[in-house]
């Protein structure tokens, strides 16, 4: 009977660089998940660029769960090392990678300019050779796979589109999650049941920690704004283009149409999330009932009062012309580049202003420094005070926590035989593995980054 090897390719030991790779010697099969960028290490930028364990000509279908940029980044370089075969995701999920792509040559491509840096491993023939060989699949469509194997997406409940595969072959199959949401959101629907299934791939980012402030959240942002007004200064909000942009932008509209806070002028200033937001407006039929009611009863839950998207560099300028009160959302959402950093140089040193945090920073981003209470920062060359408010809100978080993860995998435990636990630290992985061990006597390892297993599938 034929076997399937799992090779943990990226995605293990880590939380980024999600890459996981399926063979069948037997019927010359083999099949990928995600391929993206490493990122938040030291050597992130060589581990990008080198060659993958595999030969990319060899790959008959790669599967994408979702479009952000650490499970897509890398897959114009496998397409340019020769890659030849189909790609599979959702269609929301194509058309946001698309625009993750694009982005992120222009970012390399940027930094290539400064004395020294390396050129861009890929280019945009290579985007536009990926866009050509991938196809859409919507969700529960069953679809036929080389080899004997079937394939599934089930939602994932993370980000517009995200997914969760689940490749069977006969009666056995195995479930790679991607990343999961932290339902229910604002918006799109609920992670879906993890289905009965004998093997799962899990992530684990939060696996060993809660949010505590996921309740509070509206509340939290409210007194942000709150606060601000009644200082007459700016809130800026560094932001992540895709999803956390849009939450934010439906919990502010809810909150100014009900009355919950004034109305005051706001700047959606970054491109990259305006045309994301576009991409959610296209794809409404993903979303949760309650906003699709919303929407049917009249309400265009990304506009409201006072709403302006700044696509333009003099659009972008021009805010500083704008006297406050005034809420600002800028790219990027830990300070690293972007818009948000002209704001931030503008607004730090005012005591009257509020610089509002609103997902994890990664250690060593100026973002982390803000928020660690640092008194100084210095932006494109200036030293500037930091005096303005800092608040920060966890709640945001568009992963499952530790309890939730863990109720995830309890759904097919009775199916299960062994669970994988990546795309988490070491510390936050192992602890996972452990609680799933100890509450559900589910047979949970933490795989190390190159580690085969051969399932029986």
Known sequence: MSKTTLT??????MVTGSNFLLTDTESDTSMLVDCGLFQGCEDCDMKNREAFPYNPADIDILFVTHAHIDHVGRIPKLVKDGFRGVIWSTPATKDIAALMLEDSFKVMTFHAKKEGAPEPFFDEKDIAKTLAMWQTREYHDTSNVQGGYTAEFF???????????????????????????????????????LPPTQYLVMESVYGDRNHEEKEGRTEYLKQAVEETIARKGTLV?????????QVLLYELNNLIEEGEVSSVPVFLDSPLAIAVTDIYRKYQKYY??????EIAAGDDIF????????????ESMD??????????????????????????????????NTLLLVGYQVPGTLGRALQDGVKEVTIFGDTIQVKVQIKHITGYSAHKDSDHLLEFAADAKDSLEKVFVAMGELKSASFLAQRLRDFYDIDATVPKAGEEVILDL
């Open 288 to 293: 949760n009932a309650d906003v699709s009611q």
């Open 303 to 314: 506009s409201f009062p006072k709403l302006s998207f700044t696509e333009s560099r003099d």
């Open 8 to 13: 943990f390719v990226g995605g293990a030991d």
């Open 155 to 193: 939602d994932a409940g993370h980000i517009l589109g995200s997914a969760m595969v689940k490749i069977t072959r006969g009666e056995r199959s195995i479930v790679l999650t991607g990343d999961l949401g932290n339902s229910p959101s604002p918006i799109i629907r609920d992670t879906e049941a």
């Open 237 to 245: 909000i560094p932001v992540f283009s895709l999803e956390r942009t």
């Open 319 to 352: 805010i500083n012309k704008i006297p406050g009160p005034k809420i600002v959302l800028a790219g990027s959402g830990m300070s690293g580049g972007g818009r948000v950093l002209h704001h931030e140089k503008r607004y730090l040193s005012d005591p009257k």
